[in-house]
């Protein structure tokens, strides 16, 4: 028994794009290219867990401090969770009953303990933690720490299918009557960070899986007011039916690449259930006792599997701003070595990344190194600039821009940061 597998196209040209976008997809692949770039690297001994090396590091935190900038504005607070909880807990939360298969155990003095795969039952603990106002909502909280997941060997795929991972994630607690406010604001901030990596999307509100807690009138409810919220933000969406969590519906974004390939990306979940799993109240206007509703929601997603998107949509080529190196500074001789130094430690003081390639190689090599580790400027400086103070710019993708002074192109990388990297747009290759 052998199984075969075809593909036909209605002419030419559709062949002739999907064969490019096959290749495309080979020279984008982030498992060659995060080696390529020193980004990250994995071990048998770690299956499933990507080690992060130190370019990666600086991209994740570059990610990590952007998602922060984005929503301490909005409100969050962000939280330090466990990793390790009871299996009572996860039994409080349902997780056990329909999850525990993919659950990583851990047995301790007669106890079965589990690595949490989600926050959100942490969250729940935090919020029953102290007595809440109806004047305290909406209560937003911000983790990300690391999850873990039990994903069988045979599905793990560099960074987009993973064991050990991070999400960008939140639970905003609300009342009843603020549930349409709060996924409105949501869909806008989800438009506002695609927008700043230049991603397109599609979005899907996913109903009531034929598994489910809760009760059928409840879960009517929910879907009827993520409709509301998607129509008040004018966002276009399709029904998935069926493909919402076992807790409640949600509303996932569909990221769309350079070259035509969905990421299943953010997420934004209406949840009644934890929220009386765990007993939560609220004191109300009223004096009386209420149950808050929880929104759960990340919009990167899990860090590894936005890092892997934006690797091959950028195909390893970063804007500015993400950029992990941003300029190296080359000396054309070792006697303009030290004019580099200074150069690059004024670009340090500033905030930009930099590096020095002193190597005793040619300039040719030099720059043809720093263009394959896709770094967006290279610095040359030899005599003339030294004498002048300035440094002589080239971009990776416009080659040489000319001679500038070092405050010069301080001012206008800064200035390209800041604005996210419009140079560097990424132009789709998909029709």
Known sequence: MQRIYGTAFFNEKALAEHVHRLEEAKKRDHRKLGRELGLFTFHHWAPGAAFWLAHGTTLWNLLAGYMRESLFPEGYVELRTPLVYNKQLWETSGHWAHYEENMLRVESEGETYSLKPMNCPGHMLVFASEVRSYRDLPIRYHDQSVLHRDEASGVLAGL?????????????????????????????????????????????????????????????????????????????????????????????????????????????????????????????????????????????????????????????????????????????????????????????????????????????????????????????TGDREAAGGAVAVRHRRDGDLGASPVDDFIAAALDEVRRRGARDRVQATHR
């Not at 987009?160 to 960008?168: E, G, S, Y």
């Not at 949840?271 to 009386?288: S, V």
């Not at 190196?325 to 500033?350: F, G, M, N, T």
């Open 160 to 380: 987009t299918r993973a064991r050990q991972f991070c999400q960008d994630d939140a639970h905003c607690f609300v009342a009843p009557d603020q549930i349409a406010g709060e996924v409105e604001r949501l869909l806008r901030l989800v438009q506002r960070v695609y927008a700043d990596f230049g991603l397109e999307f599609a979005v899907e509100l996913s109903t009531r899986p034929e598994t489910f807690l809760g009760e059928t009138a409840t879960w009517d409810q929910a879907e009827a007011q993520l409709r509301e919220a998607l129509e008040a933000a004018g966002q276009d969406y399709r029904i998935a039916e069926g493909e919402g969590n076992l807790y409640g519906p949600k509303i996932d974004f569909h990221v769309v690449d350079a070259i035509g390939r969905n990421w299943q990306c953010a997420t934004i979940q209406l949840d009644y259930q934890l929220p009386e799993r765990f007993q939560l109240k609220y004191i109300g206007e009223d004096n009386a006792e209420h149950r808050p509703v929880v929104i759960h929601r990340a919009i990167f997603g899990s860090f590894e599997r936005f890092i892997a998107l934006l690797i091959e949509h950028y195909a390893g080529a970063f804007p500015l701003w993400l950029a992990p190196v941003q300029a190296v500074v080359v000396p054309i001789a070792d006697r303009h070595r030290d004019y580099a130094e200074s150069a690059a430690a004024r670009l340090r003081a500033a905030g930009l990344r930099v590096e020095v390639d002193a190597r005793q190689e040619k300039m040719g090599y030099k720059i043809r190194s720093a263009q394959l580790r896709k770094v967006p400027y290279m610095l040359v």
